[in-house]
């Protein structure tokens, strides 16, 4: 007569095969390594890019690599030295609780820029002329991913070139999701708990604006929307011109519910636009130890935003926004040009009805900078 026994809450029968027994504890979780390469030195996007023999050309083909084999722990791009001549990215792929890191194949994390060079990625050219669009533009990953609604995606940025691109780097936690109410005018609303936890280190980004690849109009190096606790530090922002709408386009275009970040020991040279734009309720970013060097608009740094009377003068092209409030300017050194400016004016301006700055708080808190 079979008895039956219980292992480890499962009741089965003596003599039943042992493979019914439950599965061992999950293992931890996987680190994975994706490989690059430029045409040059074997990169082919028919690779695996699971080994430095069989790299990839394409940021695109790493993403698609990931999403084939899934990781759940921490991801490392491998980019080897050369010119990647590529279009626009758009990323999508993260894991929850881990970083997605993109960096020379020979960097060493906190040793500084590594020998051989920044790998550069170049705009993609037609008849000679650089394609208008971003080198990356990170977002939200579609329903019904864990990260759909936001929350730390973990990018890493070390040590590439990013050159004769419109834009640079989007790190965008509105596209996909509702960012407007029905009030008249639409107020902007905060769309999602945000792509958050970024940090950008040790990178250059030069000839960026539609001067050098025309068809849209250039908004920033690095633009972030609804995009918070990011650190960007010890990056090179160089050569940043628009021929079109010339005050449109900044080194940072921090916009849309931005806050926290971090942005220090950046050099700003030769823009047409503020060099750092602060806008609708992005609070409490500190930006310090910065140079500014030959930047244009009224001032290395704006803080702006569209209020009411704004909103009715452009009901078509504008939503009603709110001032940002609490952050910090101090320590910077300007060498042409304003320090700073507001618009509109007022320190406690919070932008009407609707919009609210904390008791004793303030817009824009200086110090220290020459």
Request: hydrophobic share 30%; with cysteine.
């Amino acid at each position: 007569m079979l008895l039956p026994v219980t292992v480890a809450g499962l009741v089965v029968t003596a003599g039943t095969p042992a493979s019914a027994a439950p599965a061992a504890a999950a293992s931890a979780p996987a680190s994975l390594t994706v490989y690059m390469a430029p045409s040059s030195k074997g990169g082919s996007d028919r690779h695996t890019g699971l080994t430095s023999s069989s790299p990839v050309l394409t940021l695109a083909r790493a993403q698609q690599v990931l999403q084939q084999r899934k990781p759940t722990g921490d991801v490392t791009v491998r980019i080897q030295q050369g010119t990647y001549v590529a279009g626009q990215t758009n990323w999508s792929f993260y894991v929850p609780g881990h970083t997605i890191s993109f960096m020379p194949a020979n960097y060493v994390l906190g040793h500084g820029r590594p020998s051989g060079g920044d790998p550069a990625f170049v705009d993609a050219s037609s008849g000679g002329h650089h394609v208008a669009g971003w080198w990356f533009h990170a977002e939200l990953p579609s329903a019904p991913s864990p990260l759909h609604d936001g929350g730390n995606t973990g990018l890493r940025f070390h040590y590439l070139l990013i050159e004769d691109y419109t834009n640079g780097l989007s790190l965008d936690g509105q596209t996909g999701h509702s960012y407007h109410n029905n009030a008249s005018p639409p107020m902007y609303v905060k769309p999602s708990a945000g792509l958050n936890d970024n940090d950008v280190s040790g990178m250059t980004f030069s000839d960026i604006g539609d001067a050098y690849a025309p068809g849209q109009t250039g908004y920033g190096a690095i633009l972030f929307t609804d995009s918070s606790g990011d650190e960007i530090a010890n990056n090179t922002f160089d050569n940043l011109y628009n021929t079109g709408d010339t005050d449109e386009l900044h080194g940072l275009y921090i916009t849309h519910f931005s806050s926290y970040n971090t942005i220090d020991h950046n050099l700003f040279e030769n823009t047409n636009g503020e060099a750092v734009k602060v806008r609708d309720r992005s609070n409490f970013n500190n930006v310090s130890d910065n140079r500014f060097d030959h930047t244009g608009g009224v001032a290395a740094y704006l803080d702006i935003y569209c209020n009411l009377q704004c909103a009715q003068q452009n009901p078509t092209a504008a939503q009603r926004q709110c001032a940002n409030y609490g952050n910090r300017f101090a320590d910077n050194t300007v060498e042409t040009g304003a320090i700073w400016d507001m618009i509109p004016s007022g320190e406690t301006n919070a932008g009407g009805s609707g919009c609210s700055i904390p008791k004793g708080d303030q817009r824009l808190h200086t110090a220290g900078n020459s």
